[in-house]
């Protein structure tokens, strides 16, 4: 039951606004999203292995030395960058 005790405000018969209701509403739904990413990432996070390698290759004359670095958990061909 609504009140019209505020100048454009509905107020509850318990005394609380509606604008309250909603953000209380709102705060909880983000609260709730939060909680399920944090549970969620530690469980993505640990299937995820990051494997490293060094590769020797050539430019010119010069024999260089790169690193690789790439998921194992897939085998889709990605692009790469030689540093």
Do not use: W
């Amino acid at each position: 039951m609504l009140l019209g005790g505020r100048t454009g405000a509905n107020v509850h018969a318990n005394g609380r606004d509606e604008r309250e209701d909603v953000m209380s509403e709102q705060c909880l739904s983000i609260v709730i999203i939060g909680l399920a990413f944090a549970v969620a990432m530690p469980i993505v996070a640990a299937k995820a292995e990051i494997k490293t390698q060094t590769i020797d290759y050539q430019q010119g004359d010069a024999t260089l030395e790169g690193y690789l670095a790439y998921d194992d958990a897939t085998a889709a061909t990605r692009p790469g960058i030689i540093a």
